[in-house]
């Protein structure tokens, strides 16, 4: 939903401790349009109810970053 809608790139990532979910958005204004969006808000039940059942507590073991400077970024071809 969030690629559909102006997320331009995401990746999660973990070690022992947390998750860490990275977004790259074009906006701040497109980003929170779709966060805030009912519909979004109905995914991230469903998501954050998976992480739970899977181990992972919300939100004390997940870091979120949004536009924060990607180091590095692989796309394959």
């Known amino acids: 939903y969030a690629i559909e809608n102006g997320c331009m790139r995401g990746a999660l990532a973990a070690d022992d ?3 860490i ?3 790259v958005w ?3 204004e497109t980003m929170n349009a779709v966060i ?3 519909h979004y808000k109905v995914i991230g039940e469903a998501v954050g ?3 739970s059942a899977g181990g992972i507590n919300l939100p004390d073991d997940i870091e979120y970053v949004c536009n924060g400077e990607l180091l ?3 796309v394959p071809e």
């Open 17 to 19: 401790e947390r998750v």
């Open 21 to 23: 979910a990275v977004s």
């Open 26 to 28: 074009p906006d701040l």
């Open 36 to 38: 805030e969006s009912d």
């Open 49 to 51: 109810a998976s992480w």
């Open 72 to 74: 590095a970024l692989v």
